[in-house]
C-alpha cells in the first residue's frame, strides 16, 4: 500500500514510498515527499537534457547562421589581433546581423555601431565589446599575441571546432541545471519544514529536499518554452526576462501550495497517563498488600469469642508448619 496523501486518508505508512514522476501539478509534486530519491533524479536529468537541448536549438538557429556570415564578410588579404591589438586595414561596419545578433567592427574607435539587434558583438581596437538592446554593456580586453582574422583562416577554424563547440553547449548548460537544481533544493527544504510546521504536516528532510528539488521543474519548463517562443520570434527580449522572473515566481508558489497537501502530522499521544492518586508514606510493599478482613482477624484473636479457623493438614501435620 503506498503513501496516502490528504485527499486519500492523510495515513503515511511506516517505511512505504510513493511513486512519484510528474511534477507538473500540486498535489503530484506533494507525492515527491515520500518517493525514493532515484525519482527524482530521473525527472531532473531528463528536464535538464530538455533544457540544454533548447539552449542548444536556440544558439544553432539564432547565432551560428550570423556568425558564418560574418566570416564570409572577412577580407581575404591578412588581418589580425596582434599584440592584444586589432589590426584593420579595412572600412569600419556592420559584418552580419538579425533580430537576435549583429557582429560589428570599429577598430578605429569611433561611435558605436548601431543596430537593430538585442545583441552586438563589436570588435573594437583593443577589445571585445558586448552591448544589448536593453543597456547592459560589458567589455573583455585581448589576451592574444596574434590570431589571424582572414577569412579562409577564420573558416577553417570555425568548422573545426563547431563540432566540440556543441558539445560544450550541452554539456555546461546540463551540468549548470543540475548542480544549481541541488543547491537551491537544499536552500529550499528549510522553508518546507517551516511551512510543514506552521501547517501541521508530515515529512521528513529527506522529503523536504526532494519536494523543493520537485517545485523546480515546472519553472524550468517554463523557461523551455520562453526560449524556444523567443527563439521563433513569438516574444522580445524584454518578453524573455519577464518570464525569467516568472519562473522564480512559479517555483515558489507551488513549493508553498505543494507543502500544505503534505499528509498531516499524527496528534501526539501523552507520555504518562492519569493514575489515582496515593498516599506519598505509604511504601509501594504496603500498597500492593492486602489489606486482613475483620473476621479473618478475630478469628486468629484468642481472647475473641469465635473458634479459630481449622488448620489444614497433611497426615496428621500443619502444612504451615515444617515442624510439626
Given amino acids: 500500500m503506498s ?146 582574422l582572414n577569412r579562409q583562416r577564420v573558416t577553417s577554424w570555425w568548422k573545426a571546432w563547431m563540432g566540440p563547440l556543441i558539445f560544450w553547449i550541452i554539456f555546461i548548460s546540463f551540468c549548470s541545471l543540475v548542480f544549481v537544481w541541488q543547491i537551491l533544493s537544499f536552500l529550499y527544504m528549510f522553508g518546507v519544514k517551516i511551512i510543514a510546521w506552521a501547517a501541521r504536516r508530515q515529512v521528513e528532510w529527506t522529503g523536504a529536499y526532494m519536494l523543493s528539488g520537485a517545485s523546480l521543474m515546472p519553472g524550468a519548463l517554463l523557461m523551455t518554452a520562453g526560449i524556444f517562443c523567443y527563439s521563433i520570434g513569438c516574444i522580445s527580449l524584454e518578453g524573455l526576462g519577464v518570464i525569467a522572473a516568472a519562473h522564480i515566481g512559479l517555483a515558489w508558489i507551488f513549493l508553498l501550495i505543494s507543502s500544505l497537501l503534505l499528509p498531516k502530522a499524527p496528534k501526539p499521544v501523552p507520555v504518562f497517563k492519569q493514575s489515582q492518586p496515593r498516599d506519598t508514606f505509604e511504601s509501594p510493599a504496603a500498597a500492593r498488600e492486602p489489606e486482613e478482613s475483620p473476621v479473618s482477624a478475630d478469628r486468629n484473636n484468642p481472647f475473641s469469642g469465635q473458634k479459630p479457623a481449622k488448620k489444614s493438614s497433611f497426615f496428621g501435620r500443619n502444612k504451615q508448619n515444617p515442624f510439626s
Fill in 3 to 148: 503513501v496516502t496523501m490528504e485527499s486519500r486518508g492523510d495515513t503515511v505508512p511506516q517505511g512505504k514510498s510513493e511513486i512519484a514522476f510528474l511534477p507538473f501539478t500540486f498535489g503530484g509534486i506533494a507525492h515527491f515527499g515520500y518517493a525514493r530519491k532515484a525519482f527524482l533524479f530521473t525527472v531532473e536529468l531528463v528536464i535538464a537534457l530538455l533544457c540544454s537541448l533548447s539552449i542548444l536549438w536556440f544558439v544553432c538557429d539564432a547565432y551560428f547562421p550570423i556568425v558564418g556570415q560574418a566570416i564570409d564578410s572577412l577580407p581575404e588579404e591578412e588581418v589580425s589581433i596582434t599584440n592584444n591589438r586589432l589590426v584593420w586595414d579595412e572600412r569600419d561596419g556592420v559584418l552580419a546581423q538579425s533580430s537576435k545578433l549583429a557582429i560589428a567592427i570599429n577598430a578605429y574607435g569611433g561611435p558605436k555601431q548601431l543596430t537593430d539587434s538585442d545583441l552586438t558583438l563589436e570588435l573594437a581596437m583593443r577589445s571585445f565589446k558586448l552591448h544589448c538592446i536593453n543597456g547592459y554593456y560589458t567589455e573583455i580586453p585581448y589576451q592574444i599575441d596574434r590570431f589571424p
